[in-house]
């Protein structure tokens, strides 16, 4: 499913991106969903785990719609499906986190992945009525809102606590009050998405009717993640190895950490290192493709085989290489040429890449395209534009 944004992404990240919040109309065909397929959904969750929540206002415990059972000599769980009724029933809003390998909303989180440039990590809600199950907050990721079905008001107001990290949250700031002026009031239609930066007052309201969005939260490195990575550093400068006894006496030396640690921050190797850190700790989750890659008789990628790059950052290191979906790629201009195209161009055909590429050998572009595929630097897709 592909998400028309009608904003140039260079645009988006310049006016919008971390600034203020962005309403994307019919961003997507929602005639594609159905409450099957949310059904299914939630059916292959693991209802015992934390990820899994019925709101009501308050997270509803777990023994009270959760029971053990003997299956075999295992003890496994299941849901006590007239508990979760009655609450869905009365108000309560069902919510999925965490959702990985289910196919239409990996398609979302990727496409929104790249670009916002930055980690995603998507939620499920689903509710039948007007009870709002979550008070005005503001949250401390990125929120891209994916109505699918049905319709759902926000209201969002400007932050008075800009920037917030994860252990920066609403309930953690008693003294801090929701602003009264209110910046948008809006209902998302099936097919509408809402960009909410970190740290917007936000309150997300059924309007009694069924309703269910898709909550892709995005996780772009900060200054906050380098600093406490730099501590890696720190054992390696002699002062931070001594001993402190009292300010006046450890004056020098903690001037003397303060000026080495500078120098640190601000080299641009100290800086790569950390963003290859970052990069081979993420993992853009992606279907397996048995019958192409799988089969020894295959050789090469269809023409009309969509592709996309699975990679929601790219950054080309001083050492001619990249790192994409965790793996270290080496490069020669014509690959980086590629991948930078691929990141630019997602979900684009093997047939238009051949064609862009057409001063060299379409066999050549195509085992290439192969190879990167092989290596998971690549998805094969059925998204069409």
């Not at 020669?332 to 040429?337: G, I, K, P």
């Amino acid at each position: 499913m592909f998400i028309d944004f009608k904003i140039e992404k260079k645009e988006f990240h310049s006016d919008f991106l971390y600034k203020k919040p962005c309403l994307f109309k019919a961003a997507i065909n929602s005639e594609k969903y159905s409450w099957n397929d949310v059904n299914e959904l939630y059916s292959r969750g693991d209802v015992s785990h934390r990820d899994f929540k019925l709101m009501n206002g308050y997270e509803v415990p777990k023994e009270e719609y959760v029971e053990k059972y003997d299956s075999l000599g295992n003890i496994k769980h299941r849901c006590i499906t007239s508990v979760l009724y009655e609450y869905l029933r009365n108000g309560a809003t069902l919510v999925r986190n965490s959702i990985i390998n289910e196919p239409f909303v990996d398609q979302i989180s990727k496409q929104i992945a790249c670009f916002s440039e930055a980690r995603t990590l998507t939620g499920g809600y689903a509710a039948f009525s007007s009870k709002s199950s979550y008070k005005s907050h503001w949250d401390t990721r990125d929120v891209y809102a994916v109505q699918l079905l049905g319709r759902k008001r926000w209201i969002l107001r400007k932050p008075n606590f800009e920037f917030p990290l994860y252990m920066q949250q609403t309930k953690n700031f008693k003294n801090i009050k929701e602003p009264e002026e209110i910046y948008m009031d809006v209902v998302l239609e099936a097919g509408d998405i809402l960009y909410i930066p970190r740290g917007w007052w936000h309150d997300p309201l059924p309007l009694d009717e069924e309703t269910f969005h898709l909550a892709v939260a995005t996780f772009a490195p900060t200054g906050f993640e380098y600093m406490r990575w730099l501590q890696n550093s720190t054992p390696n400068i002699l002062d931070c190895r001594k001993n402190f006894t009292d300010f006046e006496s450890d004056e020098d030396m903690i001037k003397s950490i303060s000026i080495q640690v500078a120098e640190i921050i601000k080299d641009k190797k100290t800086y790569e290192s950390f963003m290859m850190h970052h990069l081979e700790n993420h993992h853009v989750p992606s279907l397996l493709s048995l019958d192409t890659l799988g089969n020894g008789k295959v050789k090469e990628l269809k023409s009309d085989q969509r592709i996309c790059l699975n990679a929601n950052l790219v950054y080309f290191f001083e050492e001619d290489f990249v790192i994409v979906n965790g793996s270290k790629v080496n490069v020669d201009s014509v690959s980086l040429e590629l991948i930078q195209y691929l990141f630019d161009n997602p979900y684009i055909s093997v047939a238009e890449v051949i064609a862009h590429f057409n001063s060299y050998s379409s066999d050549k572009v195509n085992k290439l395209l192969f190879q990167l595929a092989l290596e998971n630097v690549i998805g094969l897709n059925d998204v069409v534009k």
